[in-house]
């Protein structure tokens, strides 16, 4: 068992099943370098829809916190026991109308998540956080990002 998936078990987080709704992988690596394809807000209930300024604070986060959980079973998947993960880039796209402005917030949501799951050193990352008008399945929230793999120092 990867530190990953450890982490979220001591954190009572499931991660669930992802797979590809394309023609597409979940994740490239190429060398030390994982481009870790878009994950939208999906809980095994279903989307988190959006746009995101109709949802209270609460449905926010937690639209957040699906497409980041869907990001951690990706990168889970994609390490061996002996490495670890350190987030280079997060991307993260809010559905929203154009008078909404709390992309940060809504951001604010996934990174916390990844510093809880990756600690301080593998989670701290730059970020964009923009607002769209449509993302697949309408979801409210999907991120990608650019992670760096190294071997585990532990």
Do not use: W
């Amino acid at each position: 068992m990867n530190y990953i998936r450890q982490r979220c078990a001591e954190l009572g987080l499931d991660l669930p099943p992802v797979s590809p709704r394309g023609l597409y992988h979940t994740a490239v690596r190429n060398g030390d370098t994982l481009y870790v394809s878009g994950q939208v807000s999906r809980t095994e209930n279903g989307v988190i829809g959006g746009p995101a300024d109709v949802l209270s604070g609460e449905e926010k986060v937690a639209a957040a916190r699906a497409a980041t959980l869907r990001i951690l079973a990706v990168l889970a998947d994609m390490i061996s026991p002996d490495e670890r993960i350190r987030i280079l880039k997060l991307m993260v796209y809010v559905m929203t109308n154009p008078a909404f402005q709390d992309h940060s917030k809504v951001a604010d949501g996934a990174s916390q998540l990844l510093i809880d799951v990756l600690g301080e050193e593998g989670a701290v990352h730059s970020r964009t956080a923009i607002g769209v008008a449509s993302l697949p399945t309408s979801g409210a929230v999907e991120l990608d990002m650019i992670c760096a793999i190294s071997a585990s120092d532990r």
